[in-house]
């Protein structure tokens, strides 16, 4: 079965830097695009990133544009997200996500691993 496992989430001060990881297993990870999503305490879900399945195109939500960077290892079969500078407005559940071409949409996700974003 498809398997999405994010790590790599804690608590870090303002202006710091964490790196997230995804997992992948139960499918031929270097065919699919991938997404990072993620939710904030009392908010709805928000796209942050998108790479394609080699990782030769990426694009990124305008608030994250420039300090985040969306990479994969396919020989890994693992997806990452670098997250610089981070903020307050950075605290938030993020899932990474496999883009679904028969449902046109991200249509399976990870568990999510925290990020908190604090002082």
């Known amino acids: 079965e498809v398997q999405l496992v994010e790590s790599g989430g804690g608590l870090v001060q303002p202006g710091g830097s964490l790196r997230l990881s995804c997992a992948a297993s139960?499918?031929?990870?270097?065919?699919?695009?991938m997404s990072w999503i993620r939710q904030a305490p009392g908010k709805g879900l928000e796209w942050v990133s998108f790479?394609?399945?080699?990782?030769?195109?990426?694009n990124y939500a305008d608030i994250v544009r420039g300090r985040f960077t969306i990479s994969r290892d396919n020989a890994k079969n693992t997806l990452y997200l670098q997250m610089n500078s981070l903020n307050t407005e950075d605290t938030a559940v993020y899932y990474c996500?496999?883009?679904?071409?028969?449902?046109?949409?991200?249509?399976?996700w990870g568990q999510g691993t925290q990020v908190t974003v604090s002082s």
């Open positions: 139960g499918f031929t990870f270097s065919s699919y695009y």
């Open positions: 996500a496999r883009w679904d071409t028969g449902y046109r949409a991200w249509n399976s």
């Open positions: 790479v394609d399945s080699d990782g030769g195109i990426t």
